[in-house]
């Protein structure tokens, strides 16, 4: 009764003081809630340490790009205020690995979660840091010069953000693994490494763009200028949600093919 209590308390502080920190939208809230509840409830610390690691980290940081930079957020669909998508695309899928695990305990589960979480911190880290500062940014697909924050574009600076990003996550959860420390870091850096690149592949072929039908910039977003924008490449229900969702689960299971190979 206690822990279910405990849970609870923790799930409604976590969300109240993302909300009021203007980390999350109020919907954003109520998902982080939902996760909470499970990630907490059924995980205990050793689950919930890396995806509130992320979480805490990621969304200052993007309020300190969004005060570097904040024109980038043209380009993006929404801005540094998370929504309930944007938090079940991070972390859905580390969501109900942590309900698997609870019916079939098993240490390869919490490895594919704590690289599906590294995966969407590097995939986040990549962005916020890649357009912090002003640095040529390419096509993931071609190398062609492309604008900071296009989909599927990469730089120098970003994708060591993106590294750094899965490092700390891969740190702060040593103390949960049974697994050799190296090899650890090992499965899971790499893991988030290749995560982060089918992110920006999926971002560059098929994630939905649209170009403004006023201002003419190419956007995410399906309405810019208070009018719809017109779709010019990717398709329409391929959204960044969508695409960071799908690169979590690949970075996950990726550490499982690691783990087959070595």
């Given at each position: ?104 305990p ?42 900071q ?7 120098f ?15 702060i ?10 090899s650890?870091v090992?499965?899971v ?33 399906k309405k810019?200028?208070?009018?719809d ?34």
């Amino acid at each position: 009764m206690s822990h279910i209590l405990l849970t609870i308390v923790f799930s409604v502080l976590i969300s109240i003081l993302s909300y009021k920190l203007k980390f999350l939208t109020k919907s954003g809230a109520v998902a982080v809630f939902m996760l909470a509840i499970f990630i907490y409830g059924i995980g205990g610390l050793r689950w919930t340490t890396p995806i509130l690691t992320f979480f805490i980290l990621s969304s200052i940081l993007s309020k300190i790009r969004k005060n570097k930079n904040i024109l980038v957020d043209e380009l993006f669909d929404k801005n540094s205020k998370r929504d309930a998508m944007q938090v079940f695309s991070n972390g859905g899928f580390g969501c109900l690995l942590v309900i698997i695990n609870y019916f079939i305990p098993s240490e390869l589960l919490f490895i594919v979660f704590v690289s599906s979480i590294a995966t969407v911190c590097a995939d986040t880290w990549s962005t916020e840091i890649g357009t912090m500062f002003k640095t040529k940014t390419f096509n993931i697909t071609n190398f062609s010069s492309v604008m900071q924050g296009t989909s599927g574009g990469i730089s120098f600076v970003g994708t060591a953000g993106g590294i750094a990003g899965s490092i700390i996550i891969c740190l702060i959860s040593l103390g949960y693994t049974y697994l050799n420390y190296f090899s650890f870091v090992l499965i899971v850096v790499s893991s988030a490494l290749f995560g982060n690149i089918m992110d920006s592949i999926l971002g560059a072929l098929f994630q939905a763009q649209f170009k403004c039908s006023r201002c003419g910039i190419i956007t995410e977003r399906k309405k810019h200028c208070s009018s719809d924008s017109i779709l010019v490449k990717g398709y329409l229900w391929m959204n960044n949600d969508f695409v960071n969702f799908t690169a979590s689960i690949l970075g996950g299971l990726f550490s499982i093919i690691f783990l087959l190979l070595k």
